[in-house]
């Protein structure tokens, strides 16, 4: 189901994400701290070039913190190297791929997120029961509190959707991952049904690239791409059971142009949803 399947997130009943032990543990600690400093919350946000909402997620253990925001909190509150230490146990967390970890991180934070998927619909946009359908051919097996966890942990990713609506999101997304109808005609009607949804929101592009493509910059595989506030560009690339964390500039440039030419192949976004409702009508 791919690493980013899952999270250190879990969901409480009242739809919130419920912090795992270490992430509330590490939130205290910042708390703590930037009380101790005499600092508000909005003061500390101010000073390390985040937000509010961002600081207080992070002190009540609801949002894994980033390397850039670690380290400048550990700044802000003493430069004793002690948050940056502590952070570091922060992904040691089951049900988050080691591969994964760097990424993740960074998704939290990130100003500009593309996905182009060819083998499964992407996290971020996929329901409960599509997840559950694709557990179903999960080798190992797993068992059904492994299977909860990761929806949890999937719901818990997915917020970011919603929480920064400032944040551009752009998908490319095969026509093929919705012909194979996985899980059936009933979960891929819902499937569709919540796609076409996250595609109203203001921040959220979604493109589907025809089954017929004569012409296709992605053959290659799937990647990601994503901006983080400083402006700095990094990309991802995930097989079996392994990731690939892209830093290097030229490299995260290739990907970048090869993701630009499959928008301008992709149908566009009005299309794309016409296509989708047409699909989702057949079924």
């Not at 739809?15 to 708390?31: I, N, Y």
């Not at 921040?203 to 017929?212: D, R, S, T």
């Not at 990731?243 to 490299?251: A, H, M």
Request: net charge neutral; hydrophobic share 40%.
């Amino acid at each position: 189901m791919g690493a980013d399947s899952s999270d250190m997130t879990t969901i409480g009943a009242g739809g919130e994400p419920e912090a795992s032990d270490s992430l509330r543990t590490f939130g205290a600690m910042v708390q703590a701290l930037r009380e101790h400093t005499g600092l508000s919350r909005e003061e500390l946000a101010d000073t390390i070039g985040y937000s509010k909402h961002m600081v207080a997620s992070v002190e009540l253990g609801r949002r894994l913190p980033d390397t850039t925001l670690v380290q400048g909190v550990d700044r802000a509150l003493g430069n004793t190297g002690a948050l940056v230490r502590a952070a570091q146990h922060l992904g040691r967390q089951p049900g988050l791929a080691a591969w994964f970890r760097k990424w993740a991180r960074l998704e939290a934070t990130a100003i500009t997120l593309y996905t182009y998927e060819c083998r499964m619909i992407p996290g971020l946009l996929q329901t409960e029961a599509y997840l559950r359908a694709m557990a179903v051919d999960q080798l190992p097996p797993m068992d059904d509190r492994q299977i909860e966890e990761r929806w949890a942990a999937r719901a818990a990713r997915q917020r970011l959707l919603h929480e920064r609506p400032h944040t551009a999101f752009g998908f490319i997304l095969e026509e093929q991952l919705f012909v194979r109808s996985t899980g059936g005609a009933g979960v891929t009607r819902g499937l569709i049904d919540h796609v076409l949804e996250i595609s109203e929101l203001r921040n959220v592009e979604i493109q589907v690239m025809p089954l017929v493509q004569a012409s296709h910059s992605g053959l290659a595989g799937p990647m990601q791409l994503l901006e983080t506030p400083e402006a700095k560009w990094f990309a991802y690339n995930e097989g079996q059971e392994s990731g690939l964390l892209i830093t290097d500039p030229k490299v995260v440039s290739v990907l970048q142009r090869r993701y630009a030419r499959m928008r301008s192949q992709a149908l566009t976004m009005r299309d794309s949803v016409g296509l989708l409702k047409r699909m989702r009508g057949d079924l």
